[in-house]
């Protein structure tokens, strides 16, 4: 399937063309097939502001389109940065910035209290307005500095619990490196983005066949559990429902 991307963030483009075209997609950016178009964010959660870039470049592109929002969880500071993770500096895509800021506001914090997560929520939008949303998450913590270089983001400060291993499947993070200095194979089994597009792969053809013939748009959020669960970080909610 030809999906387009709807980021104008480089490394995210990376990931996400590595995973998708990891499960047989081709994928294009927005950026390649002349769209210039920056919707604004203004969702109060990662799914939210997923729907919002995922709906407008996909009306622009006339192409199933695949965005996703994503940001980092700080324990000790109530969730933060959150849905505001690339602006956190005040200025938005200043990963430097960003980083410095993480670690001034963790000065003193020891690492046992330094516990985090990173969430993924993709939005994969039909023409038509048919939507698949679904969350993925990778627990960690914060590093006290900076390590490695194949990242992006907050990348070089967070230390997944696990990493992924060659044959398939995930190990303890034994040598506490961080995202950034992890293989790509490493990174992809266990990142809040890989978890969430695993998620998407094995929904998307159940998705897609209830939608042949079908009138209305229908929207099934990380839907394989029958419950309601809230998560309450920084002020965000992250809802996932049933439908």
């Known amino acids: 399937m030809l999906i387009c991307a709807a980021t104008g963030n480089a490394g995210k483009l990376k990931e996400i063309r590595r995973i998708l075209e990891a499960?047989?997609?081709?994928?294009?950016?927005q950026k390649e097939l002349g769209i210039t178009l920056e919707p604004e964010e203004t969702?109060?959660?990662?799914?939210?502001?997923?729907?919002?870039?995922?709906?407008?470049i996909c009306e622009a592109a006339g192409l199933p389109t695949l965005a996703d929002d994503s940001g980092l969880a700080v324990d000790a500071l109530d969730g933060a940065p959150g849905?505001?993770?690339?602006?956190?500096?005040?200025?938005?895509?200043?990963?430097?910035?960003?980083?410095?800021?993480?670690?001034?506001?963790?000065?003193g914090v020891e690492e046992g209290r330094r516990t985090a997560k990173f969430v993924s929520a993709?939005?994969?939008?039909?023409p038509g307005g048919r939507q698949l949303t679904v969350l993925g998450e990778c627990p960690g913590r914060v590093g006290f500095e900076r390590a490695g270089s194949n990242g992006f983001g907050y990348d070089p400060l967070f230390i997944p619990d696990e990493v992924g291993l060659a044959g398939g499947g995930k190990a303890p993070n034994a040598g506490g490196r961080s995202y950034a200095q992890l293989e790509d194979w490493e990174k992809d089994a266990i990142s809040h983005r890989g978890v969430a597009m695993a998620k998407l792969d094995k929904e998307l053809p159940a998705f897609l066949a209830a939608g042949e013939g079908a009138g209305a748009p229908i929207t099934a959020i990380e839907g394989s559990l029958g419950f309601e669960q809230d998560y309450k970080r920084d002020g965000d909610r992250l809802t996932r429902t049933l439908r």
């Open 43 to 56: 969702g109060a959660t990662f799914a939210e502001n997923a729907r919002i870039k995922a709906r407008a």
């Open 83 to 107: 849905v505001y993770s690339a602006r956190y500096c005040g200025r938005h895509g200043d990963d430097e910035a960003n980083n410095d800021k993480l670690l001034a506001a963790l000065s």
């Open 122 to 126: 993709v939005c994969f939008y039909l």
């Open 23 to 29: 499960q047989g997609h081709t994928v294009k950016s």
